[in-house]
Nanobody, 125 residues
Framework: QVQLVQSGGGLVQVGGSLRLSCAAS????????VGWFRQAPGKEREFVAA????????NYADSVKGRFTISRDSAKNTVTLEMNSLKSEDTAIYYC??????????????????WGQGTQVTVSS
């Protein structure tokens, strides 16, 4: 069993940058695919980005492609989401998630079994 602990996030102005980290305890995170999802008030949880177990493949939602980057740091047992050129519509609670069943990251919440606690990202205009 793996426990996911998120850090980062906060308040930033439009056009700014933030970094979210997802740290794992209990297991090596490289044996899990990891995804990031977000949920805005009144909306369903939506896919943001995912990275394969090896770290060689990543996929992104169209809305964040070219602005967000997901990466692994095996030494720190973490996955990071770098968010640049932030827009007001990026405001949401962001969640990291992990699963050991697949080689590549899925785009649905049901593709993941383990979840972080969530962290607020607010982009002000």
């Amino acid at each position: 069993q793996v426990q996911l602990v998120q850090s980062g996030g906060g308040l930033v102005q439009v056009g700014g940058s933030l970094r979210l980290s997802c740290a794992a305890s209990g297991r090596t995170l490289s044996t899990y695919t990891v995804g990031w999802f977000r949920q805005a008030p009144g909306k369903e949880r939506e896919f943001v980005a995912a990275i394969s177990r090896s770290g060689s493949n990543a996929n992104y939602a169209d809305s964040v492609k070219g602005r967000f980057t997901i990466s692994r740091d095996s030494a720190k047992n973490t996955v990071t989401l770098e968010m640049n050129s932030l827009k007001s519509e990026d405001t949401a609670i962001y969640y990291c998630a992990a699963d050991s069943r697949y080689l590549s990251g899925g785009v649905y919440p049901s593709n993941y079994y383990y979840w972080g606690q969530g962290t607020q990202v607010t982009v002000s205009s």
